[in-house]
């Protein structure tokens, strides 16, 4: 599978705390390798957000992310649970 980094989401991970950052970078290694591992939570959104999916990155930090093919996915967004669902 092919990752790719939408540019809001790579503005916003620039800006999130490093501790985010580095938790963040040790799930990819997990999605990268098994998108549905349990830790991640991995699960379609809905509402305004259907045909996307989240990842949890820490019991409040989200990862939000769309197919863009069957192959490849962009993580869009990146941020607390409670502004990424206002």
Do not use: C
């Not at 990842?55 to 502004?83: C, L, M, P, Q």
Request: a positive charge.
């Amino acid at each position: 599978m092919q990752i790719e980094f939408h540019r809001l989401f790579k503005k916003k991970y620039k800006k999130v705390p490093l501790k985010i950052q580095s938790r963040f970078d040790k799930r990819l290694l997990i999605f990268g390798t098994e998108p549905f591992h349990p830790q991640l939570n991995n699960h379609p959104l809905g509402g305004d957000k259907k045909g996307q999916w989240s990842i949890n990155v820490t019991g409040d930090w989200r990862a939000i992310y769309s197919f863009k093919d069957e192959d490849t996915v962009v993580f869009i967004d990146i941020d607390t649970h409670s502004n990424l669902y206002k």
